[in-house]
């Protein structure tokens, strides 16, 4: 990615540097020279030039196909593999479950090899073009030596003439061999543009609102969304026409089965990504209409992967107040960790919150991970918190203990809580059930409970049946 962002941008250095620098003086001196060879010299002279401006032109397209397409080949395809190399690295732990090393070191050989290969070749024909062209300028000076000559045999032309001419063939030619080496810099441009495009294009990036206000801040909490439509590939629409409101400082907890669109509604509330139809308002605004730095500023997410980053503990979990600097203080650090139930775990160790993760650091088990992904969100001043299966790795007795904390944490707060373990959200406003897309059922827990033949009923009496086979859950408490 990196890789391809410098050549992207070196793309954009260039093309200031091509037409600003070199191409508009360049043509300027050919045009002058062309000028002169009218009038100053003869009409005789202006087949010469010509030629000379034909032979820049088959310079420029035997800048074969074939090398164009090198070119490029080694833009795009050296890229894509440079990047999965480079994701490989990253991922070592996925690379050594599955044994992936001699795989990697193989393809990262091959794409050296390629690179290598596909550099020398652009080389190769770089080279031709460049000796080729010398040859033929010397042989268009020979003939517009020849041509002079016969001038000053016939007293056409002075020998003064022939000297300036000669000394002037050089001036044109300079610009014109410069414009041919320009004709390789456009083709080079254009691929590293194309590229830059490609990065722009995949960007997930939303268009900033023209008419967003200068700043904005979520007042109230009310989040509603208006028979929302959308889809991440034209012809897969994932959310088929979802309404539902969240009051502010309420609890929604949206259930349902895998791939049913739970998280795509909750990235459509921080406006990762677009609405095909309808809208999502935040305190009755479009989150279009918003810069998206106001909306997320107020909005904490506690995803449903847990991204932690190699560095300290206390970094990790301070890292919810990076928009603001990393402005949360060792204590509000220490507080959202107690909040989720991981405090005790961090001060165990050595360094405690100066522990670093990962990179010769510690690590984590998967619970703790998630843990500490949730005192990342707590520390966050939000108006709106969004938790994504954020306690799906504790045990049991974790999970109602983190939650109860989160519940205590967040009064006042507006929640949306998207949770498989329905024990979990027993106390929430209200409760979506999403079925491949759309709101199948909504109520509170109670009123779910009692439809005949419902999604969440089935649910409830699966769960009810497991755990009480387990035996390790006090259902009746829950009750
Ligand atoms: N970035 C994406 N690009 C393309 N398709 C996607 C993307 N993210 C999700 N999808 C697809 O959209 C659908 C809904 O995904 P989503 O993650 O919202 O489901 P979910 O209800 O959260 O599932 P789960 O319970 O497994 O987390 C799925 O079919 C998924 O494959
Ligand atoms: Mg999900």
Not at 26 to 34: D, H, I, K, P, T
Not at 242 to 248: H, L, Y
Not at 366 to 383: C, D, F, H, M, Y
Not at 384 to 391: N, V
Request: net charge neutral; proline share 2%; hydrophobic share 40%.
């Amino acid at each position: 990615m990196s890789n391809v962002f410098f050549q992207s941008k070196h793309a954009l250095s260039s093309f200031v540097d091509l037409f600003v620098m070199k191409l508009g003086p360049s043509l300027f001196g050919v045009l002058a020279s062309v000028y002169q060879y009218q009038w100053v010299y003869d009409s005789y002279f202006i087949p010469l030039a010509l030629a000379m401006a034909m032979w820049s032109i088959i310079q420029s397209s035997i800048l074969t196909p074939a090398e164009r397409a090198s070119y490029r080949y080694t833009n795009y395809n050296t890229n894509d593999e440079m990047d999965q190399c480079m994701t490989a690295l990253r991922q070592s732990e996925t690379v050594k479950q599955f044994s992936g090393e001699e795989y990697h070191s193989k393809r990262y050989r091959e794409v050296l090899d390629e690179t290598e290969r596909t550099a020398d070749h652009h080389k190769w024909v770089v080279e031709v073009v460049k000796r080729g062209s010398r040859v033929i300028h010397q042989l268009l000076h020979v003939i517009g030596t020849i041509m002079c000559l016969r001038l000053l045999a016939r007293g056409h032309m002075k020998s003064s003439d022939v000297l300036f001419f000669l000394g002037h063939f050089q001036v044109t030619y300079r610009p014109l061999t410069y414009l041919v080496g320009l004709g390789q810099d456009v083709y080079n441009l254009h691929s590293n543009s194309l590229t830059l495009l490609r990065l722009i294009d995949n960007d997930n990036d939303m268009v900033e609102s023209e008419d967003a206000p200068d700043s904005w801040d979520i007042s109230e909490g009310t989040i509603e969304f208006k028979d929302v439509h959308f889809s991440y590939e034209k012809k897969t629409p994932v959310l088929k026409g979802i309404s539902f409101t969240v009051e502010a400082g309420t609890t929604t907890a949206i259930v349902g089965a895998t791939g049913g669109g739970k998280t795509t509604i909750m990235d459509l509330i921080a406006r990762f990504y677009d609405v095909d139809q309808g809208s999502v308002l935040i305190d009755g605004v479009d989150v279009r209409h918003v810069k998206q730095a106001d909306l997320r500023k107020s909005i904490s997410i506690i995803p449903q992967q847990n991204h932690l980053l190699p560095k300290s503990i206390k970094f990790n979990i301070q890292y919810g107040t990076a928009a603001t600097n990393m402005s949360a203080t060792q204590d509000e650090v220490e507080g959202a960790a107690q909040k989720a139930q991981i405090h005790e775990k961090i001060s165990s160790l050595a360094k405690g919150y100066e522990t670093l993760l990962y990179q010769g650091g510690t690590r984590f088990s998967g619970g703790e991970n998630q843990r500490l992904n949730i005192a990342r969100g707590l520390v966050r001043p939000s108006k709106i918190l969004l938790l994504d299966e954020a306690t799906s790795a504790l045990d049991m007795i974790t999970e109602r203990n983190v939650q109860n904390s989160i519940n205590d944490g967040t009064k006042g707060k507006t929640c949306i809580v998207i949770a498989h373990r329905l024990p979990t959200i027993i106390h929430a406003r209200q409760i979506l059930v999403i079925k491949e897309g759309k709101i199948a059922e909504r109520g509170t827990f109670a009123e779910l409970k009692k439809i005949p033949n419902g999604i969440f009923k089935k649910m409830w009496e699966a769960q009810m049946k497991v755990a009480k086979e387990r035996s390790d859950f006090d259902i009746h408490g829950m009750t």
